[in-house]
C-alpha cells in the first residue's frame, strides 16, 4: 500500500481479486447483462441496511425517508451510474467490500474456473458476493462515491480493475447527500448500455422485484421516470406472479443464475404471522459445505432487512435460498436477540415443516424432479438424520439410495421395504467411500446368493447417522460389515447349493489355530455364513463402531484405540478345507497362511497388511515352498 495523503491513498487488490478481476476482463462470463442486476442488489442491501439502523436512529433518514435507486445515462460521455440512498460506505467500508473478497470458498471458485472446469458461465457470477466486479466487464475504469448516512465525510473509490485502486476524499457537494453512486466509464463495445429502452428493460425484467423504487434518468438534466415500484414479490398474490418473476427473483437473492429446481410460497397466520419466499437451486452452490455450514436465507420484519443470515432453517437445509419476513418480530432489540426470540423459533419450527413437506410431495409426484434434488443435496438432507430427532422419520422417508438391487436408479425406503425376502428382519447397508469397490467386497456374497438388497452407502455422513440406531416401518438398520450376518433364517433360492449345517471338526481346529496365531490381532475368528466365493473377510464386533466408521475417527484424529476386528473364515473354500488337513508337521506354515489369510482380508476390506516387511517375508516363504515343490 501506498500513501500518498492522510485523505488519498492507493492500495493493490488481494490476490484473489486480482485474479477474479482478470476473469473479468478475459470473458470468463459473457452474459454482461448481469452487472446492472448486481448493482441494483447492491443499492436495494444498502437502502434495507438503512431502514434497519434508522429505527434506533431515525435522524440517519433525514428528509430523504423514501428509498430509492436512480440509474442515470449519460451517452454523450459513454458514462452510466447507479445511485441508492442508503446506508452508504465510509473510507474503511469501502477497502473491505471493494478491495477484498470475505466469502469463503472464492478461491476454489477461482482455481475451478482456471482449470477449466466450471460450468456453464451463466452459474459463475455472484456465487461469492464477488458480483460488482463485474462492472469491470463492459468500463475500463469505475468510480464508487460515497456518503455514510449521519457522516459529514464524502469518500471516492476509484479503480481500472488492472491490479490497484485508488481511496480519495471528495467534496461533500461532489457525493450524494447519503449513500452510494456507481459511475462506470464504458467500453466502447458496451456504450449501447446507455440506451433508455435497454436500461429499463434490464431493470424491469432482472430487477423489478426489489424492494426499493427504481427511477430512470435517460439523459443529463432530464426528468426522473419511474420504471419500477419497489413493491415486494413475496408480498403479492402467487396468482399474480410470473414464473419468470420468480426465476429472476430466485437469482436475484440466492446469487446463482440457473433455474429453481423448486420454488416455495405461502404466508402462514394464526398465533404467528409470516410470509416465506423460498427456493431449492437447481445446481450446488459452491459454498454448500463450508466449514460453519450456515444458512443462506434472509430475515425481513416487516419487509424490513434484518439479516442475510438468519436461522430460520436447521443446518442440514442450508441449501435453500430465499426469505422469511416476519410481522411479529420486535424491531427495537439487536440481531442477535432476533435469533434468540421464541417467536423466531416458533417460525424455524413452521418453516422447516412446510419445506420437508414440499420436498415429500415433490417426492411423490414428481420424481424424476426430485432425483436431481437428491443428488444435488442428499448429503446435506442427510445430516439431519443424526442432528434432527424429532425429523428423522420425515428425512427417511426423502431419502433415496442405490443399493446392490438398484443399478443407477435411486431406491426409497418403502421401495426396499416392500422388496424385502422371506425371514429377512433388517435393512441391510454397507458403508463406504467407493461404490465399485463397496459390491466387489466379500461381505455382500451371502446377501447376494439370497437376492438380498443391501444399501450402498459412500458418503462420510452415512457412518454417522447408522450409528444412531434409526429404524424404518419397525426395521432396523443392519451392517453387512459388523456383528454376525443372521442368513440362517433367510433361505437360499432353489437351485443354489445349500451349505453345510456345521462345520467339520477339522475346520474347527484349524479356526483355532488361525485365533492362536493371530493373538491380538483380532478379537475373534469365526466361520463365516456370508461367505460363498472368498476364503476370508473382516467384520466389525456387534457393537462400537463400524469399520468405516472407525476409518473416518481415525482420519480426523478421534479414534483412540481402534476396535479388534473379527475375521471370518469360509469353511466351504477349498483353499480352507486344505490349509485344515495339514498336520503338525507344517506348523510353521499353516502359522504362515493364518496371517496371509488376515493380510487378504485386510487388502479386501481396503486396508494396507499389518506388517509389511512380516507380509513380504511370508510371501517370499510361501513361493519358496511353491517352487520347491514343482
Known amino acids: 500500500m501506498t500513501t500518498d495523503t492522510k485523505a488519498t491513498e492507493t492500495r493493490t487488490f488481494e490476490a484473489d481479486v486480482s485474479r477474479l478481476l482478470h476473469m473479468m476482463v478475459h470473458s470468463v462470463y459473457s452474459d454482461r447483462d448481469v452487472f446492472l442486476r448486481e448493482l441494483i442488489s447492491n443499492g436495494a442491501d444498502a437502502c434495507e441496511k438503512l431502514r434497519f439502523e434508522a429505527i434506533t436512529r431515525p435522524e440517519l433518514l433525514g428528509e430523504d425517508a423514501k428509498p430509492r ?17 442508503g446506508i452508504g460506505m465510509g473510507r474503511d467500508e469501502m477497502a473491505e467490500a471493494l478491495g477484498t473478497i470475505a466469502r469463503s470458498g472464492t478461491r476454489a471458485f477461482i482455481e ?29 475504469h469505475v468510480d464508487v462515491i460515497s456518503r455514510q448516512a449521519g457522516s459529514e465525510e464524502a469518500w471516492r473509490w476509484s479503480s481500472d480493475g488492472k491490479g490497484t485502486y485508488e481511496i480519495a476524499s471528495v467534496p461533500l457537494a461532489a457525493a450524494p ?26 431493470a424491469k425484467s432482472h430487477s423489478g422485484h426489489v424492494p426499493v423504487p427504481i427511477t430512470l434518468v435517460e439523459k443529463p438534466g432530464a426528468e426522473p421516470r419511474d420504471i419500477a415500484d419497489g413493491t415486494a414479490l413475496w408480498v403479492r398474490p402467487k396468482s399474480e406472479i410470473k414464473p419468470e ?18 420454488t416455495i410460497h405461502f404466508r402462514a397466520e394464526g398465533r404467528q404471522e409470516y ?28 419487509r424490513v432487512f434484518i439479516t442475510d443470515d438468519a436461522d430460520v432453517l436447521p443446518r442440514y437445509l442450508r441449501f435453500m435460498r430465499g426469505l422469511v419476513d416476519s410481522a411479529d418480530l420486535p424491531l427495537n ?15 424455524r419450527k413452521g418453516v422447516t415443516n412446510r419445506v420437508l413437506g414440499d420436498l415429500a410431495k415433490t417426492a411423490e409426484h414428481d420424481s424424476e ?40 436408479d435411486l431406491r426409497s425406503l418403502f ?40 444399501l450402498l452407502l459412500t458418503d462420510p455422513v452415512d457412518s454417522f447417522w447408522t450409528t444412531m440406531a434409526p429404524e424404518f416401518d419397525g426395521k432396523p438398520f443392519k451392517s453387512v460389515t459388523q456383528g454376525a450376518a443372521d442368513l440362517s433364517e433367510i433361505p437360499l433360492p432353489d437351485a443354489a447349493a445349500k451349505p453345510d449345517a456345521e462345520t467339520t471338526a477339522e475346520i474347527d481346529s484349524f479356526l483355532a489355530f488361525v485365533k492362536t496365531a493371530l493373538g491380538d490381532e483380532v478379537s475373534d475368528v469365526k466361520a463365516s455364513d456370508r461367505l460363498t466365493e472368498s476364503a476370508v473377510c473382516l467384520v466389525a464386533p456387534e457393537h462400537g463402531p463400524g469399520r468405516q466408521f472407525e476409518r473416518l475417527l481415525n482420519a480426523a484424529g478421534r479414534l483412540d484405540k481402534a476396535a479388534k476386528p473379527i475375521l471370518e473364515i469360509n469353511p466351504r473354500h477349498e483353499r480352507v478345507a486344505a490349509l485344515a488337513k495339514l498336520g503338525d508337521d507344517e506348523r510353521s506354515f499353516k502359522e504362515d497362511a493364518a496371517h496371509l489369510l488376515y493380510d487378504e482380508a485386510r487388502v479386501l476390506d481396503g486396508d494396507k497388511p499389518a506388517d509389511a516387511k512380516a507380509f513380504s517375508a511370508r510371501l517370499a516363504r510361501l513361493i519358496e515352498r511353491g517352487l520347491a515343490r514343482r
Do not use: C
Open 415 to 454: 421401495d426396499y421395504v416392500a422388496a424385502m425376502k422371506e425371514g429377512q428382519k433388517a435393512i441391510f447397508f454397507m458403508a463406504g467411500d467407493d461404490r465399485a469397490r463397496l459390491e466387489a467386497s466379500p461381505q455382500l456374497e451371502g446377501f447376494k446368493a439370497r437376492g438380498i438388497e443391501v
Open 112 to 140: 475451478r474456473v482456471e482449470a477449466g472446469k466450471a460450468t456453464e458461465d451463466s452459474q459463475l457470477i455472484g456465487q461469492f458476493g464477488i458480483g460488482f466486479y463485474s462492472v469491470f466487464m463492459v468500463a475500463d
Open 177 to 202: 447527500k447519503r449513500g452510494t453512486r456507481v459511475v462506470l466509464h464504458l467500453m466502447e463495445d458496451a456504450t449501447s448500455y446507455t440506451t433508455p429502452y435497454r436500461l429499463e428493460g434490464l
Open 333 to 347: 432489540v439487536s440481531r442477535e436477540m432476533i435469533q434468540q426470540s421464541p417467536l423466531l423459533a416458533a417460525i
Open 69 to 85: 435507486i436512480t440509474i442515470s445515462a449519460d451517452p454523450d460521455n459513454k458514462q452510466l451510474a447507479v445511485e441508492d440512498n
Open 369 to 408: 424432479a426430485y432425483a436431481k434434488i437428491w443428488e444435488n443435496f442428499g448429503v446435506v438432507l442427510k445430516e439431519g438424520l443424526y442432528e434432527d430427532y424429532e425429523r428423522r422419520d420425515q428425512l427417511l422417508k426423502l431419502a433415496r439410495f442405490r443399493s446392490t438391487a438398484s443399478g443407477e
Open 245 to 262: 418473476e420468480y426465476i429472476d427473483f430466485y437469482r436475484s437473492i440466492a446469487g446463482q443464475y440457473d433455474e429453481p429446481a423448486s
Open 275 to 302: 410470509s416465506v419466499l423460498a427456493f431449492v437451486p437447481g445446481s450446488r452452490p459452491f459454498d454448500l459445505f463450508d466449514q460453519d455450514r450456515k444458512g443462506r436465507m434472509k430475515l425481513y420484519v416487516r
